[in-house]
């Protein structure tokens, strides 16, 4: 004749409600319950009853799934955890994938690539007349080139200097890029954005974490602001 074994019908019963016995992690920690724990809880709540008014067999059920569920939610919250740490290292093999590349910054100071070109962009807020776009020393002010890109349309417009002397690509001296445009009521500056170079990625320090691109003249920013790169 076979025999039920009452501590493996408990464990089956427990492991069904999601109540696991502790791991060596767990048992380090007194402020964890496993099923030993619970099955203590439950007897000294029979042994301490009030025999006139026993509780209900549907009270020890509930508590029993609300042991279940905050089980659940830690195990849940731990699984979160180890998401967002592999996310982080994503965005860090995301992030190194750039070195060598340029992104594109808000800015108005840049230096030749490794072909000897200067790019850049233009956000028009509507149509011009005329737009001129002005590279200076960046030390000394004075005018190397000028381009007249004439009327363009609302929205980017792409720029770049790919004819620049060698005598300047020598003095390896930043560029200042200036652009001048008139939309119909006399000319005005507008503010560019430039290519960069791309030196190293780190992560920054606080909860956030954030991944940050070493941008050549402009330090460190945020990967998320790297909307654009080449």
């Given amino acids: 004749m076979s025999t039920i074994d009452p501590n493996?019908?408990?464990?089956a019963l427990f492991e069904k409600l999601g109540i696991s016995e502790k791991s060596d992690a767990q048992k380090a920690n007194p402020d964890q319950l496993g099923q030993s724990?619970?099955?203590?809880?439950?007897?000294?709540?029979?042994q301490n009853q009030d025999p006139f008014a026993p509780m209900d067999n549907g009270d020890?059920?509930?508590?029993?799934?609300?042991?279940?569920?905050?089980?659940?939610?830690?195990?849940?919250?731990?699984s979160i955890s180890?998401?967002?740490?592999?996310?982080?290292?994503?965005?860090?093999?995301?992030?190194?994938?750039?070195?060598?590349?340029?992104v594109l910054v808000?800015?108005?100071?840049?230096?030749?690539?490794?072909?000897?070109?200067?790019?850049?962009?233009?956000?028009?807020?509507?149509?011009?007349?005329?737009t001129d776009i002005r590279y200076l020393h960046g030390?000394?002010?004075?005018?190397?080139h000028r381009q007249n890109l004439g009327p363009m349309s609302q929205g980017l417009v792409g720029f770049s200097w790919k004819s620049i002397p060698?005598?300047?690509?020598?003095?390896?001296a930043p560029i200042k890029i200036e652009a001048v445009i008139d939309t119909g009521e006399g000319p005005e500056q507008l503010s560019p954005s430039i290519y960069s170079k791309v030196i190293?990625?780190?992560?920054?320090?606080?909860d956030d974490k954030e991944v940050l691109l070493n941008v050549e003249n402009y330090g460190n920013l945020d990967v998320t602001s790297a909307v654009n790169f080449r």
Avoid: C, Y
């Fill in 8 to 11: 493996s019908s408990r464990t």
């Fill in 37 to 46: 724990e619970f099955l203590k809880l439950m007897t000294t709540q029979l």
């Fill in 60 to 78: 020890f059920i509930a508590q029993m799934a609300q042991f279940s569920t905050v089980t659940g939610i830690q195990e849940m919250n731990s």
């Fill in 82 to 102: 180890k998401l967002a740490e592999e996310f982080d290292q994503a965005r860090i093999a995301t992030a190194s994938n750039l070195l060598g590349h340029s």
């Fill in 106 to 130: 808000p800015g108005s100071v840049g230096v030749p690539d490794k072909d000897g070109e200067l790019h850049g962009v233009l956000d028009l807020p509507e149509r011009t007349k005329e």
């Fill in 139 to 144: 030390v000394t002010g004075e005018e190397l």
């Fill in 166 to 172: 060698q005598s300047i690509l020598d003095d390896n």
């Fill in 200 to 206: 190293s990625a780190s992560v920054g320090v606080g």
